[in-house]
């Protein structure tokens, strides 16, 4: 039941048509401007960004990195005006963030500066911000900014603290790690700290001794890393290379990729802190994590999506008891971690991964499946969810809790490997992406059991399907494909976000990437906000009012090649028809948007 005193909304604004545009486009009555872009100082001696992109690793690392994504507002003593915005940057398009691309010769990486700042653009932002007129912003030079990155120093705890298959050169004892990498999506705690999550971090390692099942189930490559760091001297780029090489693991980087793969705790409000990597919560392709509304003297309650193909939804419950006066980071290091699984009559079930568990352990002997240890199974969390018949699903990505009504909903993006349909996943192949919800009995979050329905086939104007009647597709205000990002307001509105790729994006009726509204309680969706070329639109977050809203655009020009830029947003000057490939290389970038007249977003 939603809480007493909760009225749904009603969508307010007017939807905006399908552009192309290479421009930010909002509803009527509506204003968005760019903040923040890539490479804006943030610390230190903060570095000017340099637009023909020749800033060092050195300035890259006081610099907002790329491709920003998940992202919260933290207020300060509860303002709408002042707060720290922290954000991930998920990962890097070399050929616009280094002045001629990336340089290789015959597969090797030869100006390790570059590495370095590529290393030094993925992570998190820290940025203190305060509002100095409606819709405009300021960074505040103060002691909060900070830039975690590749290469910072970060913790390990929960079951995998200490574990053999964490332990390395660097950290011999298992206990430390190096860097956080592809943090996609996010999410925050009660006690106030950021999480971000580890998504296609597996791609980054290359193991050329053959790979154990902690390795080869996520994709760790056989032949080069995605950007090809192993190749860079020096012990934080050879890392990269989790090949066997000496006679121990506390000798060599064997173990250096089964640091990757989780959700980090960052204190947003300390920036000495050093962030933590959670494992009790599970290591798969993180998209992000959200807590249902916590209720004092229970568990708390987080989901998570592995995005991939026929990967998983989960969720973890705190064995501790949340407590508004003594909840901290330590509740994250012991609990249960569960996968669902969606069956065809409506209802469902949350399967324990837990080597105390009777149920589990039968599981286990029953498939032939053996782990040595809680940490073992953890390390491979998605061996473990396939061994007890969870319900593979299509490429779960972000999920947004009602902060009335505790209500789950998860965006499932799409599948182009789906060859049977189930009732949850009811299209093979799934080109569109759906969003599916579910409600835990007795709407407590910590149940082992749930009903769920479909909210929304995402799709064209004759292949899509609304809430309630499946058969009858959306309208043109409403037509949209690869839903990812996910958010409900403190009103209730659920913020959709899509990312298209490939065709779908350059050459389908859904235009360039968005971000729709949604009244969760008619299903209604209305299209608010087209961001510019060749972007995906990610992360959303308002300030306490509802007055203004963050968004990200990540990636624009996504299709350029040095010298031959296919966006120029947002660096020239609006407006203009068509994109000049010698123009300003395009800069992933926040946008502020507000009301014209002041009002809350969206009502
Ligand atoms: Fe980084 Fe699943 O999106
Ligand atoms: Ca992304
Ligand atoms: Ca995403
Ligand atoms: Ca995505």
């Known amino acids: 039941p939603a809480a007493p005193g909760f009225s749904e909304p009603k969508l307010g604004f007017q939807a905006v048509a399908v552009t192309r545009a290479d421009t930010t486009t909002v509803p009527a009555g509506y204003t968005a401007t760019p903040f923040l872009p890539l490479g804006t100082p943030i610390c230190g001696t903060y570095p000017e960004y340099k637009p023909d992109g020749t800033n060092t690793g050195a300035e890259q690392e006081q610099q907002m990195g790329m491709c920003h994504d998940g992202m919260h507002f933290f207020p300060i003593g509860g303002s709408s005006t002042h707060g720290l915005l922290v954000m991930n940057h998920e990962y890097i398009v070399q050929p616009v963030l280094h002045a001629n691309g990336a340089t290789t010769v015959g597969g090797i990486r030869t100006v390790p500066d570059e590495v370095r700042k590529e290393i030094a653009a993925h992570g998190v932002a820290v940025v203190e911000i305060r509002s100095t007129a409606h819709g405009q912003w300021e960074i505040v030079r103060g002691a909060y900014n900070r830039r975690i990155t590749g ?106 990729v089964n640091g990757f793969g989780w959700v980090v705790e960052i204190d947003p409000f300390d920036p000495d802190s050093t962030p933590i990597k959670r494992t009790a919560l599970g290591r798969f392709a993180h998209e992000g994590c959200v807590y249902a509304p916590v209720v004092e003297g229970r568990p708390v309650v987080f989901y998570m999506g592995d995005d991939s193909q026929n990967e998983y939804i989960y969720k973890f419950v705190t064995r501790a008891n949340y407590s508004a006066a003594t909840a901290n980071g330590s509740m994250l290091d012991d609990g249960t971690l569960y996968v669902a699984r969606f069956d065809a009559d409506g209802s469902g079930r949350w399967l324990a991964l837990d080597f105390n568990n009777a149920d589990f352990l039968a599981a286990c002997l029953a498939k032939g499946v053996s782990f040595s240890d809680q940490g073992d199974v953890l390390l491979n969390t998605r061996l473990a969810a396939a061994t007890v018949d969870a319900t593979p ?56 059991s749930f009903e769920w329905d479909i909210f929304v086939l995402s799709g064209t104007l004759t292949d899509s399907g609304k809430l309630g009647d499946a058969t009858q597709p959306l309208g043109e205000d409403a037509i949209h494909a690869s839903p990812d990002g996910l958010w409900i307001d403190p009103n209730g509105i659920l913020w959709i976000q899509t990312d298209m790729s490939g065709s779908q994006q350059g050459s389908g009726p859904f235009g360039e990437n968005q971000m729709l509204a949604a009244e969760p309680a008619t299903g ?53 028809t068509t994109v000049d490939p010698s123009g300003p290389r395009p800069r992933c970038a926040t946008v502020i948007i507000t009301r014209n007249d002041g009002g809350v977003i969206g009502l």
Request: hydrophobic residues 25%; glycine residues 8%; charged residues 25%.
């Open 524 to 576: 209604e969706i209305r299209r608010f906000y087209v961001g510019p070329r060749e972007q995906e639109v990610t992360g959303v977050i308002t300030t306490p009012d509802g007055k203004t809203m963050f968004v990200n655009n990540q990636h624009p020009g996504d299709r350029s090649t040095p010298g031959n830029f296919t966006s120029n947003w947002p660096d020239r000057p609006q407006p203009y």
């Open 393 to 448: 699903m299509d490429r779960p990505e972000w999920g947004a809790v009602h902060p009335h009504t505790g209500e789950v909903y998860f965006t499932l993006t799409n599948n182009s490997s789906r060859t049977v349909a189930d009732a949850a996943n009811p299209r093979a192949p799934n080109p569109y992406g759906h969003i599916v919800r579910w409600r835990e009995t007795g709407n407590d979050a910590a149940a082992l």
């Open 151 to 256: 290469a910072t120093p970060m913790a390990i705890r929960g079951p995998v603290r200490g574990h053999e298959k964490v332990r390395t050169k660097y950290s011999p004892d298992g206990t430390r790690t190096r860097g956080t990498l592809n943090n996609c999506a996010h999410g925050y705690t009660p006690w106030n700290t950021y999480l971000t999550c580890e998504e296609n971090w597996a791609g980054y390692f290359v193991n050329k001794t053959g790979r154990p099942r902690e390795h080869s189930r996520y994709g760790v490559a056989t032949s080069s890393g995605r950007y090809r760091w192993e190749t860079v001297a020096g012990d934080e780029y050879e890392r990269f290379d989790v090949s066997v090489k000496a006679a121990s693991a506390s000798e060599d980087y064997r173990n250096e």
